[in-house]
């Protein structure tokens, strides 16, 4: 554990999804290089993905540590699991660790929604982090607060969410199955975030300055916005062990893309959790070949036609579903990598060889994307998606949205799937000639450099990190003078 004498001692609990793990990590390492005393609560098999990256942090000389919890979550040993993943097997572990060695704040995944009550009962300051930025909550809040969805005649009838700084248009199918019917919505995680100290947002104040204003003061919300953490990996070392060590070897993959002209391939991912039907794939495969870039493709685990046990994964090969002759097609022209199983995401979209990025939307992609100044195929699918989707295009307005509609729990059955043409129209106007692609370029370039100066030495989410280790330090000395 770091214990650094006089240190602020700050616990990181993440939750086991790749979307909540990852960046709960590049957190904690954050906070340990602004001299925060981190400890990284997870099981011995969750800790095994993110160890290089502690090790190599630890002989920088920053404070920062793994304890691992006597314990194991059932089926979930990888960073697939989903958000209803049951982790109360660590309740009483973690209980028995925090008893011995109380820090000055944990920092909770709000999907670990059974802990709120055991931190809070031993007095211990909790924070938040639900792995989104400001506009989602700031979408789903005025929905929930002015909207009576009943009204609406259809699932796609579209409507103005109120009260925003913007006009964000949405509709029904597009929403999360918890602001549609907020009594789905656990219990337990309904006043998660109100009871807590405070939340940590991976995003940075210059990237949704409006929202994050509107989340603090119409919202009342209390968070230190501290991102982009991922631009803490700066080695290739760190940029390629995220998660999961990739399914391709980094040097082959730098070694095609240096092949390629500047901004000339586009790179697809839906993130570590959705699975995609067959059908998609073909779809998708068809319509980059039509699009005529080049493309390194990321074709994760696949859904089964007809899924027994929703919770089961494919195994079934790629290749069966992809057009006849697509992939020894795409060999010989040097057009497409296809990779299979999991990327080193970063490092790819770092390249200078990406012009552009289909993505699924999930809120570290999204933010990896800007942080690397490349525009976006919006193409979101389940969770807040597609309100990532609009900030991206009708807010920031350097993205073009690929055309999907429906909102689908994690593994169920997709209820449309996109058609190839959708897919080539949206490629070839994302990484085409036209004054609006340029424009889009440019946005998110200049977007780019500020999250760049948003975590340097004085920018304003490298405050952040600060002022919360300074108000727990104040915190932590009024309890040793008894004031508190
Ligand atoms: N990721 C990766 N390689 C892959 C797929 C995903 O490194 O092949 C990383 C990606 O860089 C991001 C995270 O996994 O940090 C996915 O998080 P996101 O919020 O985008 O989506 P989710 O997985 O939660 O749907």
């Known amino acids: 554990m770091a214990t650094e004498t006089g240190l602020v001692k700050m616990f990181f609990f993440p939750f086991i999804g790749g979307g909540h793990q990852i960046p709960m990590i590049d957190t904690a390492r954050v906070f340990a290089s602004h001299g925060a005393a981190s400890t990284i609560i997870a099981t011995p098999s969750h800790a095994l993905n993110f160890q290089n990256l502690i090790t190599r942090a630890q002989s920088s000389g920053h404070p920062i540590t793994i304890h691992t919890l006597p314990a194991e979550i059932r089926d979930a040993t990888d960073v697939t699991a989903g958000p209803m993943t049951d982790t109360t097997v660590l309740l009483q572990p973690l209980k028995t660790f925090l008893l011995r060695h109380p820090p000055d704040c944990i920092v909770i995944d709000m999907f670990h929604r059974w802990a709120g009550d055991l931190v809070d009962e031993l007095r211990i300051p909790r924070i938040v982090f639900t792995g989104n930025g400001c506009f989602p909550r700031c979408v789903q809040e005025n929905i929930r607060k002015y909207l009576n969805l009943e009204n609406l005649s259809s699932d796609y009838e579209p409507f103005v969410v109120p009260n925003l700084p913007d006009k964000v248009e949405l509709t029904k199918s597009q929403l999360p199955i918890f602001a ?4 789905l919505f656990p219990d337990k995680m309904k006043d998660f975030e109100d009871k807590s100290f405070g939340t940590i ?6 990237l949704e300055p409006d929202y994050a204003d509107y989340m603090r ?7 230190w916005i501290v991102g982009p953490v991922s631009l803490c990996n700066r080695s290739v070392e760190d940029k390629t062990q995220r998660g999961k060590l990739p399914t391709i070897d980094d040097q082959g993959c730098l070694k095609w893309l240096n092949s390629k002209e500047p901004h000339s391939v586009i790179y697809v991912c839906f993130g570590s959790l959705i699975r995609l039907p067959p059908q998609q794939l073909k779809e998708i495969a068809y319509g980059l070949e039509a699009s005529g870039k080049s493309f390194v493709w990321v074709v994760g685990k696949i859904m089964k036609s007809s899924p027994k046990n929703k919770e089961e994964d494919d195994e079934d090969d790629v290749q069966t579903w992809l057009p006849e002759g697509f992939e020894e097609r795409m060999k010989e022209s040097n057009r497409g990598l296809i990779v299979r199983g999991w990327a080193p995401q970063l490092l790819i979209l770092e390249h200078g060889a990406i012009g552009g990025f289909v993505t699924h939307c999930g809120w570290n992609s999204t933010l990896e994307g800007i942080c690397a100044g490349v525009p976006m195929v919006t193409w979101p699918v389940t969770a807040e998606q597609f309100l990532n989707e609009k900030l991206v295009t009708s807010v920031l307005r350097i993205g073009v949205p690929v055309g999907s509609r429906e909102w689908v729990w994690f593994r169920d059955e997709w209820k449309e799937v996109v058609g190839r043409e959708m897919v080539e ?9 036209s004054e609006e ?4 370029r440019m946005r998110v370039k200049k977007i780019a450099e500020s999250g760049t100066r948003a975590v340097e030495e004085g920018g304003t989410s490298y405050q952040d990190v600060d002022a919360l280790i300074q ?5 932590k000395v009024n309890n040793c003078n008894g004031e508190v």
């Not at 549609?180 to 009594?183: E, I």
């Not at 947002?201 to 210059?206: G, H, L, P």
């Not at 129209?425 to 000639?433: D, P, S």
Request: aromatic letters at 6%; charged letters at 35%; a neutral charge.
């Open 180 to 183: 549609r019917n907020p009594s």
């Open 201 to 206: 947002i991976n995003s940075f104040y210059e």
């Open 217 to 223: 003061n119409e919202l009342g919300k209390k968070a």
């Open 425 to 433: 129209i949206a490629v070839k106007k994302l990484m085409g000639e």
């Open 437 to 440: 692609a340029a424009e889009m």
């Open 471 to 475: 108000e727990l330090q104040e915190r």
